[in-house]
C-alpha cells in the first residue's frame, strides 16, 4: 500500500481551518479525510517555519523592521480614513 502524499498548500490549508477558523483537530480530521495526528504535526511544522531566527533578532533590524511597520500602518490608516470620509459623502448625496 503506497503512501498518500498531500501538497504543501492543502497542509497549509487544513492547518489555517484548525488555527484561523477555530475548527477541532477532530472536525478538521472528518472534513479533509486526514489522521489527527497528521493534523497535529503539520500545525507543528507551520509553528516551527514562523519562529524567528537567532539572525533576525539583531536590535538594529527589529528598529528598522519597526519603524517601517509604524510607516506601513499610517498609510493603511490614511487610506482607511479616506475611504470612510468617500463612503459618508456618497451616502449623503446619493439620489
Not at 498548500?9 to 479533509?32: D, I, N, P, W
Not at 490608516?77 to 456618497?90: C, R
Request: charged residues 25%.
Amino acid at each position: 500500500m503506497s503512501r498518500k502524499s498531500y501538497s504543501n498548500e492543502f497542509k497549509e490549508s487544513a492547518v489555517r481551518l484548525m488555527v484561523m477558523e477555530g475548527m477541532t483537530a477532530s472536525q478538521v480530521s472528518q472534513k479533509l479525510c486526514v489522521s489527527e495526528a497528521l493534523l497535529y504535526k503539520w500545525k507543528q511544522l507551520q509553528v516551527s517555519k514562523l519562529k524567528p531566527s537567532s539572525a533576525s533578532l539583531d536590535p538594529q533590524t527589529l528598529v528598522s523592521e519597526n519603524e517601517q511597520l509604524r510607516k506601513q500602518l499610517a498609510r493603511a490608516e490614511k487610506i482607511n480614513e479616506i475611504l470612510k470620509k468617500t463612503v459618508a459623502y456618497f451616502a449623503e448625496h446619493e439620489n
